[in-house]
């Protein structure tokens, strides 16, 4: 998917930020989850998430979260650049 593209539909579902994040390959955060829900873009690399299922994406691959969904997350072997989105609750 086309980043712009992306970006517009967060607009559209009431997502109101979005941000880039680098991941260093095999960077990873252990257990946790956000208040709010995730929707991220993965423009290069790969990264994977194990919450409720797991979701093990490449490039132009979209992930999401629910918010308070358990979570861990990590980067592949090379990395990853990700464009999220977040909705807060309320």
């Not at 941000?19 to 873009?41: F, T």
């Not at 998430?49 to 980067?75: I, K, M, N, Y």
């Amino acid at each position: 998917m086309d980043p712009h593209a992306f970006e517009e539909s967060l607009r559209r579902d009431g997502f109101t930020e979005a941000i880039r994040r680098a991941l260093l390959p095999g960077d990873a955060l252990g257990d946790h989850e956000h208040a709010w829900a995730v929707r991220g873009l993965v423009l290069a690399g790969s990264f994977h998430v194990t919450g409720a299922r797991r979701q093990d994406c490449g490039p132009g691959e979209v992930f999401s979260l629910d918010p308070g969904e358990p979570h861990s997350e990590a980067a592949g072997p090379e990395g990853a650049s990700l464009l999220i989105g977040r909705r807060h609750a309320g």
